[in-house]
Nanobody, 115 residues
Framework: QVQVVESGGGLVQAGGSLKLSCAAS????????MGWYRQAPGKQRELVAM???????AYSDSVKGRFIISRDKAKMTVTLQMNSLKPEDTGVYYC?????????WGQGTQVVVAS
């Protein structure tokens, strides 16, 4: 059974920082990438950041220069360091694991940035 579990969300003032963590476990064969998506109220889920097997990373334009994604392939973990947070960063953040067989999602962790 595959599990993807996020942690680290919470309430923070604008300009503050939060660090999200995600751990995958179970029989996951052939992970290609791990990343983070978010969904704001009334909006579609969007990619925030992703880390692939070759070590490359990708960020949405809205978080470039503020967020940093880090991945440990051996431990099947990924973290998202979020700095200089803005109210528009508010949403539910989901960890995404892409394997050659299927994508897997965590249950989400809420981030609220107060102005």
């Amino acid at each position: 059974q595959v599990q993807v579990v996020e942690s680290g969300g919470g309430l923070v003032q604008a300009g503050g920082s939060l660090k999200l963590s995600c751990a995958a476990s179970g029989n996951i064969f052939g992970i290609n990438s791990m990343g983070w998506y978010r969904q704001a109220p009334g909006k579609q889920r969007e990619l925030v950041a992703m880390a692939t097997n070759d070590g490359s990373t990708a960020y949405s334009d809205s978080v470039k220069g503020r967020f940093i994604i880090s991945r440990d392939k051996a431990k099947m973990t990924v973290t998202l360091q979020m700095n200089s947070l803005k109210p528009e960063d508010t949403g539910v953040y989901y960890c995404n694991v892409v394997s050659i067989l299927a994508p897997y999602w965590g249950q989400g962790t809420q981030v609220v940035v107060a102005s």
